[in-house]
T-cell receptor
Framework: ETGVTQSPTHLIKTRGQQVTLRCSSQ?????VSWYQQALGQGPQFIFQ???????GRGNFPPRFSGLQFPNYSSELNVNALELDDSALYLC??????????????FGPGTRLTVL | AQKVTQAQTEISVVEKEDVTLDCVYE???????LFWYKQPPSGELVFLIR??????QNEISGRYSWNFQKSTSSFNFTITASQVVDSAVYFC?????????????????FGTGTRLTIIP
């Protein structure tokens, strides 16, 4: 069974640019969540997608957007990058939503640096 | 609003010593879940344990043990006979009950983490 994978591993962008981060969910998982982890901090919830629709959002501006595809892979898009967007971005997938507890499986993350 | 506090930013102990990582949480929910995750240098979060708010029994798994005290809103994590491989950042996290959540699955609220260094 393949785990959660993310690409790219590292990325360097300049302020004002746009970036797309990708996540492949674990097989059989239809829910994906994205977290931002700034240096020295705990992960912060960005949003969650369930069956290709946003299913909840944290305290992040609209320039953070996402997509989930029919194969349950996902993208995180960030427009108009700011220096404070520099962080580790973690993707987590889990199986069937709105049922008993479903553990989230995290990917290794994408390290984004904004210069 | 939910909040998780890990007051210990960094801890260093000599190998084979026992170490306890503290976690204090705040929530208005009567039903919730508590978690511990390990984050090695590779960055991936490794799930260690989940505890339902109704289950206050302590748990032991090998060298790991967890002490959940609802009266003090604490969920502490102890590693006995620490090893160098235990060196990592450890996060405590909280989620609301999925049955009443607007989310399909839990939105995790993390603490700021404790960096544990085991000195050989």
């Amino acid at each position: 069974e393949t785990g959660v994978t993310q690409s790219p591993t590292h990325l360097i962008k300049t302020r004002g640019q746009q970036v797309t981060l990708r996540c492949s969910s674990q097989s059989g998982h239809n829910t994906v969540s994205w977290y931002q982890q700034a240096l020295g901090q705990g992960p912060q919830f960005i949003f969650q997608y369930y069956r290709e629709e946003e299913n909840g959002r944290g305290n992040f501006p609209p320039r953070f957007s996402g997509l989930q595809f029919p194969n349950y892979s996902s993208e995180l898009n960030v427009n108009a990058l700011e220096l404070d967007d520099s962080a580790l971005y973690l993707c987590a997938s889990s199986p069937l939503a709105k049922s008993s507890y479903n553990e989230q499986f995290f990917g290794p993350g994408t390290r984004l640096t904004v210069l | 609003a939910q909040k998780v506090t890990q007051a210990q930013t960094e801890i260093s102990v000599v190998e084979k010593e026992d170490v306890t990582l503290d976690c204090v949480y705040e929530t208005r929910d009567t039903t919730y879940y508590l978690f511990w995750y390990k984050q090695p240098p590779s960055g991936e979060l490794v799930f260690l344990i989940r505890r339902n708010s109704f289950d206050e029994q302590n748990e032991i798994s090998g060298r790991y043990s967890w002490n959940f005290q609802k009266s003090t809103s604490s969920f502490n994590f102890t590693i006995t006979a620490s090893q160098v491989v235990d060196s990592a950042v450890y996060f405590c996290a909280l989620s609301e009950d999925q049955a009443v959540s607007n989310f399909g699955n839990e939105k995790l609220t993390f603490g700021t983490g404790t960096r544990l260094t085991i000195i050989p």
